[in-house]
Every structure is written in structure tokens, then in C-alpha cells.
């Protein structure tokens, strides 16, 4: 190996992010010291943004399997039987501190990598969605990160031509340092036509395909996987540079060379790029591999063995091909105009070798660079338990008009219209139902068959209680799901945490973990990809614990899927589900009474599962004309956003005996929903409810241009609206923020 390499020194090693006992680890396995592109090698598979080496203990805990489940964790994405032959590819990935560095192109190369991970799999992507997470308002850097963020998605997706159908935006100040940019892709294939990453046969050609490899995005994944600091803004060179037109003919190439029955395995060069695919693919194949650098296609000179192996360049592939079929497939990539490059070999030795210009620059045991990474029990304390908020012992600090308009006008829960506008949403001539309601439907290639698709979470619960907040996040996607009358069907997972070597973050994680695992298992919800982002710290301060849920739901006949718009004057509202008025950890006392304390409300999976059955025949019977989830902001916020939705007011009825009224109006209980019926339908439905145990009460009716919350002041929509469609807009329009450098 070549002597002209920088000489491995302990503070070489720590600047890949590897500890000294993790070095005393590869200096056991090789027996030797490592050259400095072994070192890369290492660095990228087993930091922790590759390896989980701090999660995979709790990670194995969730329920992956289920009757539906052609493919759980563990592949580029999960996949869904969902009938007729179909299935549903999904997964959910993380691209937090490439996009604080650099949002337009963090942003737009999550999206990218995440589309290219359900292609991977043999699906045609069909939607994307995202969960973005920012700073407080007033922080000088928060508006630039926005319109950077929700630039770059955009801009990918709308020119890779995937619609964007949903996802969520929140803003608190613990996010002031450290953005989270969570981005969603699902796809469609047939169900026996999934391609994986498994390499089979020993002397097949390993080939590059896609994109040229240039020196962008070199160290991306172990820059994932570190704290910030002062320095933050000069790894902006770690940040790499999409191009979504390379990769719509990336994709089409792809699916018309797996139709041409060429490709033996497949995997996209994502984190830690060429290295990781190419061990990915001969580990799992129980095959070794041999890469011959000086094939691989480049855009800048003179690049090293250690840069190609980390260049994180996107729009690129690695395959195993059939032999006899190399002529088919470099044709189709030459047609598409697209890097066909044969750069390596499978092999029977286990071992991974890399060689540029004949000289041997990495000879390394394949299986144990994945299999040997560290894997932590990292010691954990669990979060102290938080004292019930009693609604009653809180002073209004004002009216329940006042309340409504400062909820509705505020960042947190003010219309999300000013980003899901710069998405195209349509294209594809799919999409039944747009971004704003509590989930996306797109038909399944013309329908009537469709799909729902949501991403939740509440973070503030998460930090109060990580356990009950872990199940509420699952139960919320749920609900999401439900709310527009599709069968829950799958979840994939963003786990978004600080530093999980200080006990008090990894104890988040674990309850986080653990909560999501009984939610998933008492509503027949399996986890079946995701990802884990840690570390997301800047200097020393964490963000509030975020364990994003993507879920995905089926829908037999998309026409019936239900809307949050209230529909006709003189129909009645009810409520599904019981209410005590819990105010704790909610919008009202965070954003209102300026308190953000106590114990979020505890999550009832059976209330949640009955509940949710029932709402769910109400709209298959076509009983229910409109359906909403109760969730942030309460009651009479869920209310006012079927009243703007369907532009039409409501009388409602005086809060029940005994109840506050900020409580009654304001309080987040979970396993609840608002629904219309027609009056005449009202009777039957409590009853129906009574029946299977659950709890239904008619509180009000449709009508009018105002809503009027029992004796309290009438509360115009109009002024609602303003409020609520106007804080975005006037938000973005404000003075322009140059770039602020990192806190």
C-alpha cells in the first residue's frame, strides 16, 4: 500500500470519529495498522449514522413482521403486500445537519437519497412527504432556514416530477442550533418484482451506474453522526449537490434494466457511499468484493482511493449484474445518457478489496466491517416523571375567543399553506386528497384503490414523558390514517435525538423506542424501515427528542375517503372519545398561558384501537360527512379547521358539568375525533357507539359563519382565517436575514 499517505496518528483517527478503544477494535480485526483509506473505510461503516451502534439493541425490540410485511428493516426500504398482486415501498430518512449547513441542497439531497432508496427496491416512486423541524420565529437564522429548506424540496421534487402530498412543520427554540429535515418517499411495485441488495455468484461484474464521482459530500456520514460546534459552517464541503433531472433518468434506466431481467442486486450510494453499497451488497451476499478505482467514473482530477470511497455524489448506483446481460444493460444506460462503468468483481474470499492502478489501497475481512461495527449498551437514566397539570388550579389567562385566535395565528399551529404551495402536489394525476388535512390519499394507478400517507409527531410530549409520547406518536399517525377512512397498514421511523452518550438522552431514546414498540404492537402496526439520527446537539444543547412517524394506510375505494371540510348547514358534530381536559404539555398552556410543563396526556392504545374502528366504519358506511382528529390545540382548534376547511361556522354547545372551559375547549386527551352526521343519523350513531364501548356525544351543529362556543363571544371565521392563513406569509415577507453563522 502506498507509502505517500498521511501517517495514522491518534488525532488522524479522532477526526474520522472514531474512538480509541473503536481503533483498538480495527487494530484487532486487520491485525495491522489500517492505510489512510482503510481508515475512511472504517470511519464510514461504523460511525453511527451507518452502524446504529447505539440503537441496534433497542431497535431489534419493535415489531417488524406481520401477514402484509414482504420486507421489514434491515433492506433500502420496507415493503406492503396491499393486494392485487401490488405493493407499497416506503422509508423515511433523515438529512438534519447537511441541510442546517447548507438547506437548499441538504434539503433537496435528503429528498433525492430517500427516492432513490424505493426505486432501489423496484417501485416507481409515487409521493413524497416530509417533516421539518426549525427554530424559534424570532431567531435570526430560522427564516432563511425555511425558505432554504422548503426551497430545496421542492426544487427536487418538483423537477424530479413526485408530487409532495403532506408532512408537518414545527418550530421551538431547541431546534435554534440544530434542524431536523426528515423526508418520506412510496413507491409501487409488484409484490414479486422487489429487487434487493443481497449479491449472488461469485465472479459477476460490479457496476457503477449513474452520475460522475466528484469530491462532494466527502465525511457526510460521519458528519451526521457528530455534535456541532463553532466550526459548523466549514464542513459545508461534507454537503452534497443534487441534480433531480440526473436522477429521473437514474430512475427510469433503473426500472427499465430491472425489467430486462440483468440485475442480480442492487444498491443506491447513499451515506458513505461507494464503500458502504459495495460492502452492503457483498456481506449480505456472503461474498467478498473487488474494486478497481481507476473504472469508476469522475468529474475532477486526480482523486484518491479515500475520496472515491467517500465521495457522497449523488445520483449514483452500484449493481451486480448477470454476465450474459452486460451488453442490454450498458445500452440502456447509454440510451439514457447515463455513466455505465463495470469497477469490480464479486468474489469467494470474504474479503473487500480496493485497487487503484493495480496498487492495493484497502484489503479488508468484508463481513466484519458490518458485523464487527461496535454496539453499544450505553448506560441510561430514565426521564423523571412530570406532575399532572390540573386545568383546574390554572387561571384563563384569557377568553376562549382570545385563546382560539392566538392558537390559530400562531407559528405553531397557523396554516402551513405558504410551503406545501411551492410543492407540486398533483402531478401525477393520483393525489385525491392535498396537503392540510390529517392525511394524503393518492390513488393506486387510477384507483379505485388508494393510499393514505401521514408523518407525526409531538416532540414536546416526547421530552415530558419519551414513553407515553412515543406511543402518542404512533397513535397519532394512526389516527391520521384513520381520520380519512383508510386501514392502518405500516410504519417507518425517524428517530431524532441529542447525544446518546449522556444518560439522560439515551434514556430518551430508549423510552421513545420502547413506547412506539407497544403502540405499533397493540395496533397491528409494524415498523418496517426507518432510520436513526443522533447527535443532534450544538454545543452541548440538544433538541427536543422527535421521533418522527411516517405511516402508510390502504384504502379500498379512494372515493370514500373522508375530509376535515365541514359539508352541509344543520349537521350535527359530535366527538368520538372521552375527554378529562389534560392541559398539560399542550398548545394552550405553551403558547397561551407561556408555561411548557407537566405530564402529556397518557395514550390509551385499546380506547385508541375501538375509537378509531368505529370512526372508521362510520366513513366506509358513508355515515360520516366529515372527520377530523383531535390533536394539537385541542377541541375547538380541531373545529375551527373544519369550519375554514368547509367555510361554514358551528353552534356548540355549553363545556359539560364540571369542566374548565379552557379544558373542555383547549385540553389534548388522546383517541379522540370530531365527526358530522346528518341529524337524522345522530341516534343511531351514540347508540352504535354505546354498543362496542365508545364514547360518542353530539355537541353542536353546522351552520352560520362564525363559530359560537356555547354563551362565550361568537368568534368570526373570517377572523380566523386571516390570522390563520396570514402569520406564514407575512412571516416569510418579513426583513431579510443574511445566512447568521451557527450558535
Not at 433500502?76 to 441541510?99: Q, T
Not at 413507491?187 to 422487489?194: E, F, P, Q, T, V
Not at 385566535?405 to 385525491?432: C, P
Request: contains cysteine.
Amino acid at each position: 500500500m502506498s507509502s505517500a499517505e498521511p501517517a495514522i496518528t491518534p488525532e488522524l483517527v479522532a477526526s474520522h470519529g472514531l474512538k480509541p478503544d473503536e481503533y483498538d477494535r480495527v487494530l484487532k480485526l486487520i491485525g495491522r495498522t489500517p492505510s489512510f483509506t482503510e481508515l475512511g473505510i472504517f470511519s464510514a461503516m461504523w460511525n453511527e449514522h451507518c452502524s446504529y451502534k447505539s440503537s441496534k439493541r433497542w431497535l431489534k425490540t419493535l415489531p417488524t413482521t406481520g401477514p402484509l410485511v414482504i420486507q421489514g428493516p434491515g433492506e433500502n426500504a420496507g415493503v406492503v403486500d396491499i393486494g392485487d398482486g401490488d405493493a407499497v415501498v416506503f422509508k423515511m430518512e433523515s438529512h438534519n445537519h447537511p441541510s442546517f449547513i447548507e438547506p437548499y441542497q441538504g434539503a433537496a439531497t435528503g429528498v433525492g437519497g430517500i427516492l432513490r432508496d424505493v426505486f432501489t427496491m423496484g417501485a416507481r416512486p409515487v409521493a413524497a412527504l416530509n417533516a421539518l423541524r426549525f427554530g424559534a420565529p424570532e431567531h435570526p437564522r430560522t427564516r432563511h432556514l425555511v425558505s432554504g429548506v422548503v426551497a430545496g424540496v421542492g426544487g427536487y421534487g418538483n423537477s424530479f416530477g413526485v408530487p409532495t402530498v403532506g408532512g408537518l412543520v414545527g418550530f421551538h427554540s431547541r431546534y435554534d442550533g440544530n434542524i431536523l429535515v426528515n423526508a418520506m418517499a412510496v413507491g409501487l411495485a409488484r409484490a414479486d418484482s422487489i429487487f434487493y441488495a443481497k449479491a449472488t455468484g461469485v465472479g459477476l461484474p460490479v457496476v457503477y451506474l449513474g452520475s460522475k464521482t466528484g469530491r462532494d459530500g466527502i465525511h457526510g456520514a460521519t458528519m451526521a453522526s457528530a455534535e456541532f460546534d463553532d466550526a459548523s459552517e466549514e464542513k459545508r464541503p461534507t454537503v452534497q449537490v443534487g441534480d433531480p433531472f440526473a436522477e429521473k433518468l437514474l430512475l427510469e434506466a433503473c426500472l427499465e434494466l430491472m425489467a430486462s431481467g440483468s440485475v442480480v442486486a442492487i444498491q443506491d450510494m447513499g451515506a458513505a457511499g461507494l464503500t458502504c453499497s459495495a460492502v452492503e451488497m457483498g456481506a449480505k451476499g456472503d461474498l467478498g468484493i473487488r474494486l478497481d478505482l481507476e473504472n469508476v467514473p469522475v468529474r475532477e482530477e486526480g482523486m484518491t482511493a479515500y475520496e472515491m470511497m467517500l465521495s457522497e455524489s449523488q445520483e449514483r448506483m452500484l449493481m451486480v449484474l448477470d454476465p450474459a446481460k452486460e451488453d442490454i444493460a450498458r445500452a440502456i444506460f447509454v440510451k439514457w445518457g447515463l455513466d455505465f462503468a463495470v469497477v469490480g468483481r464479486t468474489t469467494d474470499d470474504l474479503r473487500f478489496k480496493v485497487y487503484l492502478h493495480g496498487e492495493l489501497k484497502a484489503d479488508l475481512p468484508i463481513k466484519e466491517l458490518g458485523d464487527e461495527a461496535p454496539e453499544y449498551d450505553r448506560p441510561y437514566v430514565d426521564t423523571p416523571k412530570q406532575q399532572q397539570v390540573a386545568a383546574a388550579n390554572i387561571d384563563a389567562p384569557a377568553s376562549t375567543r382570545d385563546a382560539l385566535l392566538t392558537l390559530m395565528g400562531s407559528a405553531e399551529l397557523s396554516s402551513r399553506r405558504w410551503v406545501w404551495e411551492q410543492y407540486d402536489h398533483i402531478i401525477l394525476g393520483e393525489t385525491v386528497q392535498k396537503p392540510g388535512g390529517d392525511a394524503a390519499v393518492i390513488r393506486v394507478e387510477g384507483g379505485p384503490k388508494g393510499l393514505a400517507l401521514t408523518a407525526d409527531v409531538t416532540p414536546r410530549y416526547c421530552e415530558a414523558d419519551p414513553f407515553e409520547g412515543g406511543k402518542q406518536a404512533v397513535a397519532e399517525a394512526w389516527r391520521n390514517l384513520t381520520a380519512v377512512g383508510a386501514a392502518p397498514l405500516a410504519v417507518t421511523d425517524n428517530l431524532n435525538f441529542g447525544n446518546p452518550e449522556k444518560p439522560e438522552i439515551m434514556g430518551q431514546l430508549v423510552g421513545c423506542i420502547k413506547g412506539i414498540g407497544e403502540a405499533c404492537r397493540a395496533l397491528d402496526f409494524p415498523v418496517v424501515s426507518g432510520n436513526v439520527s443522533l447527535y443532534n446537539e450544538t454545543q452541548g444543547r440538544a433538541i427536543l427528542p422527535t421521533p418522527t412517524i411516517g405511516a402508510v394506510g390502504k384504502l379500498d375505494d379512494v372515493a370514500k375517503s373522508a375530509t376535515v371540510a365541514f359539508k352541509r348547514e344543520g349537521e350535527a358534530v359530535l366527538v368520538i372519545g372521552d375527554a378529562k381536559g389534560w392541559l398539560g404539555r399542550s398548545c394552550w398552556l405553551w403558547l397561551v398561558a407561556g408555561r411548557e410543563e407537566g405530564a402529556p396526556p397518557p395514550v390509551d392504545l385499546s380506547a385508541e384501537k375501538r375509537n378509531g374502528d368505529f370512526v372508521r366504519s362510520l366513513i366506509q358506511a358513508g355515515v360520516a360527512t366529515a372527520v377530523h382528529d383531535v390533536s394539537d390545540g385541542g377541541l375547538l382548534v380541531a373545529i375551527a379547521e373544519m369550519a375554514l376547511a368547509g367555510r361554514l361556522g358551528a353552534r356548540l354547545d355549553e363545556p359539560y358539568s364540571g369542566a374548565t372551559p379552557h379544558g373542555y375547549w383547549f385540553g389534548e386527551d388522546q383517541a379522540r375525533y370530531v365527526v358530522t352526521v346528518s341529524e337524522a343519523d345522530v341516534g343511531t350513531v351514540i347508540d352504535a357507539a354505546s354498543g362496542v364501548g365508545v364514547t360518542a356525544s353530539r355537541i353542536g351543529s353546522v351552520g352560520g359563519d362564525r363559530l359560537i362556543p356555547g354563551s362565550e363571544a361568537p368568534i368570526l371565521l373570517n377572523e380566523v382565517r386571516e390570522l390563520h392563513e396570514g402569520w406564514f406569509p407575512r412571516y416569510m415577507a418579513g426583513p431579510a436575514v443574511e445566512a447568521a453563522p451557527a450558535d
